[in-house]
């Protein structure tokens, strides 16, 4: 479906610019907006890397092990599903360890891996059970210590203090996490 809408609009911007004699600008655009891609492509990938790094660390050393056990209380609120020793609970604890840390992106493929653990053991496996539903609630809201991500986007554009947007992260994300999860709660009462 993305790949009609994304083709639609080229078509009609291209058809624009011939219309209106600006195809030079479009064509200077395209190229520019191709380089300016792979620069900023190169730019998180090193921090991506380095991160998903320490992460697969963590996970080797038994530090996963070691903040599941620490908010089990927490996790078992939140994932009634899930017994404290299930590989889901651990993949979601790596995952939110990933998004506390700002590391959206490293953080997707640990969140499909939770979702994988998550769906094994669910018993009616063509409908997502509430825990499942609140992850994605809570994967969604993402509450960041270290925006890194933003800060590096605001670092390759110019930005002196790239980290001076950290309080209204944390607010914001606290905001969303806490509204998500009551929501969730309630509707799951509601059955």
């Not at 809408?5 to 209106?20: H, R, Y």
């Not at 991506?48 to 599941?68: E, Q, R, S, V, Y």
Request: aromatic letters at 6%; a positive charge; hydrophobic letters at 50%.
């Amino acid at each position: 479906m993305m790949n009609y809408i994304f083709g639609a609009l080229f078509v009609i911007s291209v058809i624009s610019a011939i219309i209106t004699g600006r195809l030079e600008e479009v064509s200077n655009s395209i190229l520019s907006g191709t380089n300016e891609a792979v620069k900023l492509t190169i730019s998180l990938l090193g921090m991506m890397c380095f991160w998903t790094g320490i992460m697969k660390i963590a996970d080797k050393g038994g530090i996963t092990i070691l903040l599941a056990n620490f908010f089990s209380p927490v996790m078992r609120l939140l994932f009634p599903d899930y017994k404290k020793t299930s590989p889901a609970i651990k993949a979601i604890c790596m995952n939110i360890t990933a998004n506390f840390l700002g590391l959206g992106n490293a953080a997707t493929p640990m969140g499909i891996a939770a979702m994988k653990e998550m769906q094994r053991e669910n018993p009616k496996k063509e409908i997502a059970n509430n825990s499942m539903a609140m992850f994605v609630i809570i994967n969604t809201a993402s509450i960041q210590l270290i925006p890194t991500t933003m800060a590096i986007l605001r670092k390759v554009h110019g930005s002196t203090s790239p980290f001076d947007v950290m309080p209204c992260v944390w607010i914001s994300s606290a905001v969303a996490l806490l509204i998500g999860i009551i929501s969730a709660k309630i509707l799951e009462k509601r059955g």
